[in-house]
């Protein structure tokens, strides 16, 4: 045995999935295509080149397999390996043996969770004796075409497999109540601080009552603020682990944005006051205010993902609630302090 073809009329299956895919009882059998190439693992890297020049491949082959003489899969060969290894040497010598294969017999449930853990493009499927049998790519678990080239569609898909793996996608209400709802107390947690923080500062708030007209837009700026740090940070862990020097930047960059987001937005706010009221001193509150709160809502945003991400957490369930909830009860605490401060 040398070099191995397998079909490319089996490459698509013949089968596509649908958006509502059922992984817990589709099998990767049914979905692995057959375009991929083996390769004997006593053939040299030179000999095994002269092979795979002599094939004309149009496929979208990535990895070449190695295999023994009864075919089981013994290790893999990207091909960037072929021009860095000594020719003479033989491949089962040089091919990278720390592989990550799929039971033919497993189901897309368990594929899934071997994507998202390694976050590979692809992976081979091996029947009972080791042999591959087919290759599983991350188009499967896609509801449309994607180029895998592209980081971000690939990051999307990606995204899609932890929800569906986090019971979202087709859960019943009961189901769906049980994943959600403990994250939603968060919320609850959140208004009750706001209102005993409120109920702290009441003679603040009744001794003008621009304060309170305009706490409900400030608000609103800070979550606003928050939800878009939130998104900016959970694309960045889903690229993969940053260095502390690399995530203290990112940090310190989303707090200047926010500052300067503040500073734009309190400028307007701070003009519709005094167009409205012309009362100064408050103007001049409601405008630090919404610069300090925008600025704190920014590193909220971005910070409690991370937390989150190291309790191992769900973050396409818990990172919203917990984040709008820290959000509004540092933007009242900001807000009403520095306004019993200064007035």
């Avoid at 979905?31 to 693992?41: C, I, K, P, W, Y």
């Avoid at 002269?50 to 990895?63: P, T």
């Avoid at 603040?204 to 309170?212: D, P």
């Avoid at 605490?333 to 200064?342: D, E, Q, R, S």
Wanted: hydrophobic residues 55%; proline residues 3%.
């Amino acid at each position: 045995m040398g070099l191995t073809a397998e079909s490319k009329a089996g490459a698509e299956t013949g089968r596509s999935a649908p958006s509502s895919l059922d992984l817990a009882r589709e099998l990767v059998a049914d979905f692995a295509h057959r375009d991929f190439v083996t390769l004997d693992g006593n053939l040299s890297v030179r000999r095994a080149i002269e092979a795979l020049q002599r094939r004309k491949d149009e496929g979208r082959i990535m990895y070449f397999y190695v295999v023994d003489e009864d075919g089981r899969l013994i290790g893999v060969m990207p091909a960037r390996l072929f021009v860095t290894r000594e020719p003479e040497k033989r491949l089962a010598e040089v091919c990278l043996r720390d592989i990550v294969t799929v039971g033919a017999e497993a189901t897309l449930l368990e594929a899934a969770r071997i994507f998202e853990k390694h976050r590979f493009l692809s992976l081979p499927a091996l029947d009972r004796r080791g042999r591959i049998v087919g290759v599983l790519d991350l188009h499967v678990f896609a509801t449309r075409s994607i180029d895998l080239s592209d980081k971000a569609l690939v990051e999307e898909v990606f995204q899609t497999i932890g929800v569906r793996l986090g019971g979202l996608v087709g859960a019943g209400p009961l189901k769906a109540w049980r994943l959600r709802f403990p994250w939603l107390l968060s919320t609850l947690a959140g208004g009750a601080l706001c209102v005993l923080v409120s109920a702290f500062f009441e003679s603040t708030l009744a001794s003008s009552i621009v304060l309170a007209v305009f706490l409900a837009p400030i608000l609103a700026l800070g979550e606003s603020t928050a939800i878009q740090s939130m998104t900016i940070s959970l694309q960045i862990l889903g690229l993969g682990e940053l260095k502390a020097g690399e995530a203290l930047r990112k940090l310190a960059r989303e707090a200047a944005t926010g500052f300067l987001l503040g500073a734009a937005s309190g400028l307007i706010v701070y003009l519709l006051e005094t167009l409205w009221k012309g009362e100064g001193a408050v103007g001049l509150v409601i405008l630090a205010s919404v610069v300090l709160a925008m600025a704190t809502a920014s590193v909220v945003g971005f910070l409690l993902p991370w937390f989150l991400f190291r309790l191992k957490a769900n973050l396409k369930v818990a990172a919203g609630p917990l984040v709008l909830a820290a959000t509004d009860v540092s933007t009242i605490l900001v807000y009403l302090g520095l306004a019993a401060a200064i007035l």
